[in-house]
Structure formats: structure tokens, C-alpha cells
């Protein structure tokens, strides 16, 4: 029997956003100033929601790991310290790009954030793939799935409301149908039931027809997981 991952979901979500990102900035014309703007937001959203995502791990995951693995716990958390400095370093560069003073001082200017932001996700695509590996071995070594799926259901009502929709947008667009049922009839299960029909309301706008209809489909015919 599969033991509960509570990564998989989110983690798939933020690669998404990620790979959307860069690909974003790679076709940014910066001398363009409305081209810019629009990727100056899709680099602050993925920022803002790396840093929210950090400081859930930090608040509920890694107190869990911390009380028998510690030194493990620390080293995570340094790798946090790490990636808040390098947001910090993208963030200022986004803030003061609209100071500078001519068209190839932002072509140049928009090849270094590239550069740097392709830093930022081999950085953080290393970093998750590395908590799903030992992470994952340490929460299945010291708790149950019961335990392991209340840590989750503390960071998920932890959440405003707004951000969790955004981050709804990445998971849809980043999860397959088999993993989307399962988080949905999830929400069926331990959510009142206008959060899943405001998640319905999501998926109808972010999904491909075919997979909102599958999804209706399966979650009528079996709305929680036997
Ligand atoms: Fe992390």
C-alpha cells in the first residue's frame, strides 16, 4: 500500500509554475513596457508562492522531522534561508527594472533576470526533488498516514483563502486526472461543501473541457474515495 505523499500535489503545481515562468521571461521583450509588466507578475506570483510555500514547510513539516531527525530539519531549513535570498536578489531586480534608464539597459537587464531566474528553479527543482526523497522517508519512518494527512490538513487551513487559489490554478494546471480525483474527493471528504464547489468553479476555468467534464464525471459517480 502507497504511503500518503502530501508533496506530490503541490510540488507538481510548483514545477508548473516554474517551467510557465521561464518560459515566460525567455519570450519577454523588456524593452516592450506592457510585455514587461505582465512577466514583472507571473515572476512576483511564483516568488510570493515559493516564499508561502517555504513557510508552511517550515511551520508544520519540518517541527515534525525536527523532533527526531533535527540536524536533518536544520538542513532544510538553511536550504529555505537560501532560496529566500535568492527571491530577495529576483524581487529587487522586478521592483527597480522600470528605473532604468533606456532600452539597452533593460535588454541587458532582462538577460541577466533569465539567468537568474534559471538559477532559481534548478535551485528549487533540486531542493523538492530532495524533500520528496528524504523527507518522505523520515514523515513514513515517524508518523502514520493519519498523522502525516493532519500536518497537511493544518498548512491547507492555515491558507487565506486568495492564496489558496492561486495556488489551486498551478495544481490544476501541474496534477494528471488520477491525482486531481484524489485531492478532490479529499476536499469532499474534510471540507465544507462550498470549497469544493469554488474548486469545481476553479477547475472549470483552468482544465481542458475534457478533463473538468472527466472530473465531473467521476467525482458524481464517486464522490469519495471507497
Ligand atoms: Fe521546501
Given at each position: 500500500m502507497p504511503r500518503v505523499n502530501i508533496f506530490t500535489l503541490i510540488h507538481k503545481g510548483l514545477r508548473t509554475l516554474l517551467y510557465e515562468t521561464a518560459s515566460c521571461l525567455q519570450q519577454?521583450?523588456?524593452?516592450h513596457d506592457a510585455e514587461t509588466e505582465a512577466a514583472l507578475d507571473h515572476l512576483r506570483e511564483a516568488l510570493f508562492l515559493f516564499e508561502e510555500h517555504a513557510r508552511h514547510e517550515d511551520m508544520h513539516i519540518l517541527p515534525a522531522v525536527a523532533a527526531y531527525e533535527p540536524s536533518v530539519a536544520d538542513c532544510f531549513g538553511q536550504e529555505h534561508d537560501t532560496d529566500a535570498q535568492l527571491a530577495a536578489e529576483l524581487s529587487a531586480t522586478a521592483d527597480t527594472?522600470?528605473?532604468?534608464?533606456?532600452a539597452a539597459a533593460r535588454t541587458e537587464a532582462g538577460t541577466a533576470l533569465n539567468v537568474a531566474f534559471a538559477e532559481f528553479v534548478v535551485f528549487n527543482l533540486k531542493h523538492m526533488a530532495c524533500e520528496e526523497r528524504l523527507l518522505n522517508e523520515l514523515l513514513w519512518r515517524y508518523y502514520s498516514d493519519t498523522e502525516i494527512l493532519a500536518i497537511q490538513q493544518r498548512i491547507v487551513l492555515s491558507q487565506e483563502p486568495w492564496t489558496a487559489d492561486l495556488y489551486w490554478r498551478w495544481m490544476l494546471q501541474g496534477n494528471n486526472h488520477p491525482d486531481t480525483l484524489r485531492w478532490f474527493r479529499a476536499v469532499a471528504a474534510l471540507a465544507p461543501a462550498a470549497v469544493l464547489e469554488q474548486l469545481l468553479r476553479k477547475a472549470a476555468t483552468v482544465l481542458p473541457p475534457t478533463r473538468a467534464v472527466a472530473l465531473h464525471q467521476a467525482l458524481a459517480a464517486a464522490p469519495v474515495a471507497a
Amino acid at each position: 500500500m502507497p504511503r500518503v505523499n502530501i508533496f506530490t500535489l503541490i510540488h507538481k503545481g510548483l514545477r508548473t509554475l516554474l517551467y510557465e515562468t521561464a518560459s515566460c521571461l525567455q519570450q519577454t521583450d523588456f524593452t516592450h513596457d506592457a510585455e514587461t509588466e505582465a512577466a514583472l507578475d507571473h515572476l512576483r506570483e511564483a516568488l510570493f508562492l515559493f516564499e508561502e510555500h517555504a513557510r508552511h514547510e517550515d511551520m508544520h513539516i519540518l517541527p515534525a522531522v525536527a523532533a527526531y531527525e533535527p540536524s536533518v530539519a536544520d538542513c532544510f531549513g538553511q536550504e529555505h534561508d537560501t532560496d529566500a535570498q535568492l527571491a530577495a536578489e529576483l524581487s529587487a531586480t522586478a521592483d527597480t527594472f522600470f528605473l532604468l534608464p533606456d532600452a539597452a539597459a533593460r535588454t541587458e537587464a532582462g538577460t541577466a533576470l533569465n539567468v537568474a531566474f534559471a538559477e532559481f528553479v534548478v535551485f528549487n527543482l533540486k531542493h523538492m526533488a530532495c524533500e520528496e526523497r528524504l523527507l518522505n522517508e523520515l514523515l513514513w519512518r515517524y508518523y502514520s498516514d493519519t498523522e502525516i494527512l493532519a500536518i497537511q490538513q493544518r498548512i491547507v487551513l492555515s491558507q487565506e483563502p486568495w492564496t489558496a487559489d492561486l495556488y489551486w490554478r498551478w495544481m490544476l494546471q501541474g496534477n494528471n486526472h488520477p491525482d486531481t480525483l484524489r485531492w478532490f474527493r479529499a476536499v469532499a471528504a474534510l471540507a465544507p461543501a462550498a470549497v469544493l464547489e469554488q474548486l469545481l468553479r476553479k477547475a472549470a476555468t483552468v482544465l481542458p473541457p475534457t478533463r473538468a467534464v472527466a472530473l465531473h464525471q467521476a467525482l458524481a459517480a464517486a464522490p469519495v474515495a471507497a
